[in-house]
Structure formats: C-alpha cells, structure tokens
C-alpha cells in the first residue's frame, strides 16, 4: 500500500505448523530480529527486513494488497486465495522452502460405501479449501456439492454434514482417529516463499533477490557435509566414484610430498561407511564438517 516503504515486509504464521520453521529460516538466512512488545511485529536490526506475524488464512490477502512483499505461507492457503479471487492479481510462487510438508486429500469413512473417486458422484463433501476441491471436482468430471466448513472438518461425516472430507493431510492420525480414510491426494502442498502482485520498485525489487539469495543459500546447506581429507594422488579416481557429491571434489597438492594431495568435497548421505572405505583407499586425516549455508 506504501509504494514508497524503504522497508521490506515479509508476512509469517504467528503459530501453527509453518511458524517456528518460517522464523529459524530467516534466521539462518542471516536476520536479526528485535521482538515488539505484543510479538506480532519483528523489527530487522541488520537489514531493512521486517516480519508480521499474523494468521496463515491472512497472508495471501496482504501480498494482494500490498502491506506485505513477501510472505510465507502454505502452498495450499496460496493456491486457495488465487482461485477464489477469480481475475484478481494473484501472489506468486518465488521458491519452495523444503518443510510443512502434507497433502489435501479426500477421506472417507471406514467400512463405507465409497471406495473410490466416481463414487463421490452425487454426495457431500466438507472441506476448508472450497475452491480447490472445486476446480479438482471439475477436472475430474465429478458432479458432488462442496460444504464449506471451518475448523473440524474431520467430524463433519459423524455429523451427517456430510459424506466425505477434503482436508490437510500429515501423519494420517486425526483421520484415523475419527475412523476416516484417504481415498484420493488432491494436491500436494509445503511452504513456499511467495511475492505481492504489486509493482515493486527497483530498490524493493532487489532486496527481494537479496533475501531470496540468502534463503536459497540457507536451504542449500541443509543435510550438506563437507569433506576434507588427505590420500595418496593415484587413489583419486577410486575416491571420486565413491564420494556422494554434489559436484567435482577440489584437489589441492601438498607442499613437500608431490605423491599426496587434499580433497575437498561437498557431500549429501556421508555416512561411517562412507569413511571406512575411503580409508581402505588409503585416505587418512577424515574430516567431516557440518555445512550452515552456502551461497553460489
């Protein structure tokens, strides 16, 4: 709504599964944060990047109106507010973020009549997510009526509200819990990184590839190891073919001994293993380093 904010604003789930993961992400990207006084607003103290915390189902409406440029939300709660707003300005997707993973599925009773998609014809079905439900409906030439119910959804059978659920998805507990089942995925959803559909400046625009970089960096370290050691020069090859790297290992010579050199390597799945052969290879001074973030 400020097109003239020199400061950016990123909207997070206040709490809920998406909160605490969202925040350690900005803060490996590099951000540091003084909380205000209610803890809905966290000031940048080292960059001009500012969160609000607020609802998830609010996030998508204030990238749409510009009082946020970036938010950080469900890909579901995202895809929710781009059917729903018909030929409004959408948010985009900048980037997927790796963690709240789940699914939006349709569950029905245990031991009931329907088993499988063509038997929805016809029946009721409650969900949170009417416009999703609807458009996958629609592709899928199923003519079923949605019921729009917030919260408890997974009771709605029970009720007689309706005859199926569309809902989120984790583990799979709450719905077996209330004696439900999956019987179709809709869509597959995690949090993802999304921008407003305003025009953005030339200074918003690069402190928005700024931060990304950053988060992109920090993403890129997650479950990384770096690998150094030190082997005899012809054992390279038989190195190389068993490392699980991400890219060719660095080869550097040593001072004073021209038959051994050191390699440096960025590893996924390192394990003792992993080790242990390499040492049968003649390596020796193993070293395996937690990698925090990098940046391309």
């Known amino acids: 709504m400020n097109e003239n ?3 950016l604003r990123i909207a997070v789930q206040k709490s809920g599964r998406l909160s605490d993961q969202s925040l350690d992400l900005l803060r490996r990207a590099g951000l540091v944060f003084r909380s205000s006084r209610d ?11 500012d969160v609000l915390l607020v609802r998830d189902d609010d996030i998508p409406g204030l990238l749409v109106e510009g009082s946020c440029e970036l938010g950080i939300v469900g890909r579901n709660v995202l895809d929710e507010q781009r059917l729903a707003g018909a030929d409004a300005p959408a948010p985009a997707e900048l980037q997927a973020l790796g963690f709240g993973s789940c699914r939006l599925a349709i569950a029905v009773p245990d031991n009931g009549l329907i088993k499988n998609v063509t038997d929805l014809a016809g029946l009721r079905i ?5 416009a999703l439900l609807a458009e996958w409906l629609r592709k899928q030439s199923i003519d079923a009526e949605v019921v729009l119910l917030n919260g408890s959804v997974e009771i709605a059978p029970r009720l ?6 569309c809902d989120l998805v984790s583990s799979g507990a709450t719905l077996a819990a209330n004696q439900l089942h999956e019987l179709v995925t809709v869509m597959r959803s995690e949090a993802v990184l999304a921008s407003s559909p305003r025009a953005q400046n030339a200074a918003t625009a690069a402190q928005i ?3 990304c970089a950053r988060i992109g960096g920090a993403q890129s370290g997650d479950g990384m190891r770096l690998l150094m050691l030190q082997a005899p020069r012809n054992a390279l090859p038989a190195i190389t073919r068993l490392l699980p790297s991400r890219e ?8 004073g001994r021209p038959d051994d050199i ?12 992993h080790l242990e052969e390499l040492k049968r290879l003649g390596a020796s001074s193993l070293m ?3 990698v925090e973030r990098m940046l391309a």
């Not at 966290?42 to 001009?48: D, F």
Request: glycine share 4%.
């Open 160 to 165: 007689g509200k309706a005859h199926a659920i």
């Open 5 to 7: 904010r020199d400061r």
């Open 39 to 49: 803890r809905l607003f966290l000031y940048g103290e080292n960059m001009p990047v």
């Open 288 to 290: 395996v380093l937690n």
């Open 126 to 130: 409650a969900t949170s997510y009417p």
């Open 248 to 255: 060719t290992p660095s080869v550097l010579s040593l001072d």
């Open 262 to 273: 050191a390699v440096q390597a960025l590893c996924s799945e390192l394990d003792w293993q």
């Open 209 to 211: 590839e700024r931060l």
